[in-house]
């Protein structure tokens, strides 16, 4: 069974351009969540889709925001980058429920912002 | 805001050592999940646990629940040089804004 893939791994962008980032999640999962992962604040939460509707947010602005698809790919946009935003995104696909169903990490999406 | 502190925040041990990280929270959690992360990959769950004072063993790892629900440990017995990575708890609080809570992870490194 093929993992959680998401692509692309790397990106590097400038300030004030904006980046989509895009999540496969296992077949048969219908929930995807998004994390932002940096050495200073750890993983965070940004937002957790289920059948194409947000389900669940964390605190980021409204800088962030995703879709999901009815195959339950998802996409994670980020406009207005700003070199905060350089970290490691990384996506999680689970069944349905992400605390009593396992979460599927992917290797995540590198972004460099310069 | 529900935090998670994880302490230590890095660890370098020999081969065969025991060690033991924590997680704390001044917050109750409804179920506390366990994560390892290799560089360049994402975090694998390890374990979870969901009632207090609950003991989970995974082979050299055992995983306690605080009776409170606001703190967990993971015990490595007999470390070995796969155990390396960030070891990362994250706690599910179900407050206003529904959200897993992930603290900043212990580095371990164990040498061969």
């Known amino acids: 069974k093929a993992g959680v893939t998401q692509t692309p791994r790397y990106l590097i962008k400038t300030r004030g351009q904006q980046v989509t980032l895009s999540c496969s999640p296992i077949?048969?999962?219908?929930?995807v969540s998004w994390y932002q992962q940096t050495p200073g604040q750890g993983l965070q939460f940004l937002f957790e889709y289920f059948s194409e509707t947000q389900r669940n947010k964390g605190n980021f602005p409204g800088r962030f925001s995703g879709r999901q698809f009815s195959n339950s790919r998802s996409e994670m946009n980020v406009s207005t980058l700003e070199l905060g935003d350089s970290a490691l995104y990384l996506c999680a696909s689970s069944l349905g429920n992400i605390f009593t169903d396992t979460q599927y990490f992917g290797p995540g999406t590198r972004l460099t912002v310069l | 805001t529900q935090l998670l502190e994880q302490s230590p925040q890095f660890l370098s041990i020999q081969e065969g050592e025991n060690l033991t990280v924590y997680c704390n929270s001044s917050s109750v959690f409804s179920s506390l999940q366990w994560y390892r992360q290799e560089p360049g990959e994402g975090p694998v769950l390890l374990v979870t646990v969901v009632t207090g004072g609950e003991v989970k063993k995974l082979k050299r790892l055992t995983f306690q629940f605080g009776d409170a629900r606001k703190d967990s440990s993971l015990h490595i017995t007999a470390a070995q040089p796969g155990d390396t990575g960030l070891y990362l708890c994250a706690g599910e609080y179900r407050g206003s804004n529904y959200k897993l809570t992930f603290g900043k992870g212990t580095l371990l490194t164990v040498n061969p």
């Open positions: 077949s048969g999962h219908r929930s």
